[in-house]
């Protein structure tokens, strides 16, 4: 109980900094995202890497780098990190925060969707109704609106696609981490010298912007590294709940703070996702606990052979 009481304030602290991250990169608006995209990277992996070695977890590294396929598959998750990355900063700054909401709210959703085409899992009747709700709030969105919400589903689907490559690939959460910010680290530097070429690059220009650009890395790494150190502790289902603080602290950020409108149309579809995910979240839940119930009973026929 006390492990879960600790993962559960783990992943609060882990979603509540990616909740309203927006706040933080707003300050950055003014900046090319590709270059914010590239100290985020470069910033992480001093943090990544003091972490893995004070905890003596570095074994990962070597091995990811000699493998081709696990390497392959890092960089491909890089790819999809940083278009997560990127447009999310993109839209913050653009004052698109309330899309980027939608997006995350949309991602467990099509989690379910990847574990249905690609993982040979299968639908349930209550889960099909909140796919089937969120697919209508993307069209009532779309019709009302006049707007595809192309920025949620781009945010959603390379996020998405991400935690799949990362479930399926044989390397710790830390170390993955690590290794890419490395690998984009070096793309990053091909970025850098761009935006110097065309006079654009704010690294350096002032002390402000310098040193938010820095700060990138902690306030990228920290809240990864809380997430997986929440994940090992908690139950599935409870970090499938908490993960709606993210995109509820973006949400009120856009409305509350950046005063971003909403509207009727807007407010529909939220209510959709809402409901879906209300509906995902139920089943959720009673999926785990009938799982926790047969697991008991397990446990008890084995004591009493």
């Known amino acids: 109980m006390k492990e879960q009481r600790n993962g559960v304030v783990l992943g609060i602290c882990a979603f509540g900094l990616w909740g309203f991250y927006a706040l933080f990169f707003k300050q950055l608006a003014h900046i090319h995202p590709l270059e914010v995209v590239a100290h985020r990277a470069f910033w992480a992996v001093p943090v990544a890497g003091a972490i893995l070695f004070a905890t003596g977890r570095t074994r990962d590294i070597s091995r990811s780098f000699a493998n081709p396929r696990l390497f392959m598959m890092l960089c491909v ?63 009532f969105m779309t019709i009302s609106v006049g707007i595809f919400p192309w920025v949620s589903l781009v945010l959603a689907s390379s996020f998405a696609a991400y935690g799949y490559i990362r479930k399926t690939i044989d390397v710790g959460p830390v170390q993955g981490f690590f290794v890419e910010s490395l690998i984009l680290s070096a793309a990053g530097l091909t970025i850098v010298v761009w935006l110097a070429n065309t006079a654009e690059m704010r690294f350096g220009g002032n002390m402000r912007d310098t040193l938010l650009l820095i700060a990138c890395g902690p306030m990228t790494a920290l809240p990864l590294m809380l997430f997986a150190a929440a994940a090992r502790r908690l139950r599935y289902s409870t970090v499938g709940l908490l ?25 529909v579809a939220f209510l959709l996702i809402w409901s879906a995910l209300a509906i995902y979240s139920f089943d959720t839940f009673r999926s785990d606990r009938v799982q926790r119930n047969l697991d008991r009973m397990r446990t008890v026929d084995s004591n009493i052979e």
């Not at 574990?115 to 697919?135: C, D, H, P, W, Y």
């Not at 009120?252 to 407010?267: N, Q, Y």
Request: hydrophobic fraction near 55%; charge should be neutral.
């Open 243 to 267: 993960q709606y603080i993210a995109p509820t602290g973006l949400f009120l950020t856009g409305v509350f703070v950046f005063a971003e409108p909403v509207g009727w149309g807007r407010l």
């Open 77 to 139: 998750s890089t790819l999809l990190v940083s278009i997560s990355w990127g447009f999310f900063v993109w839209a913050v700054a653009v004052e698109r925060t309330l899309e980027a909401s939608l997006g995350y709210y949309i991602n467990p959703l099509l989690n379910v969707l990847i574990g249905f085409l690609l993982l040979g899992e299968r639908f349930s009747k209550t889960q099909l109704v909140a796919i089937a709700l969120a697919v209508g709030a993307v069209t």
